[in-house]
């Protein structure tokens, strides 16, 4: 039986309706529209799907949706701007540390 939710992500309180065992990449892929945050593997190897959670690096593919009520989640898309680059993002450029760049959000 899906349940409101309300998750705080990127700063902004999103209100969702989920079931129980609906896993956190899902809600914020399908009903929150932040398709930065990618499935690779959807086994807990990969780290694509990694976002924040209360400022700790999470893979967001082995969190259930209703766990995450009351803490801060970021997303790729919280954090920097095309004029303003994260340090992390701005490293990737420097760097070239990039691959196919699929994973890179995570
Ligand atoms: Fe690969 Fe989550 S999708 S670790």
Redesign the pocket.
Same mark, same amino acid.
């Given at each position: 039986m899906k349940r409101p939710i309300t998750l705080t992500v990127n700063g902004a309180v999103r209100p969702a309706v989920v079931e129980p065992r609906t896993l956190l990449?899902h809600v914020l892929r399908d009903d929150l529209n932040l398709t930065g945050t990618?499935?690779?593997?959807?086994?807990?190897?990969?780290?694509? $799907? *990694?976002v924040l959670i209360d400022g700790l690096a999470v893979?967001? $593919? *082995?969190q259930l949706a209703i766990q995450c009520e009351g803490q801060a989640i970021t997303t790729i898309e919280g954090i920097g701007t095309i004029e303003e680059l994260h340090p992390l993002q701005a490293a990737f450029w420097e760097k070239h540390g990039l691959q196919c760049g699929f994973?890179t959000p995570?």
């Open positions: 990449v990618h499935i690779g593997c959807d086994t807990s190897q990969c780290g694509a $799907c *990694t893979k967001s $593919c *082995t994973c995570g």
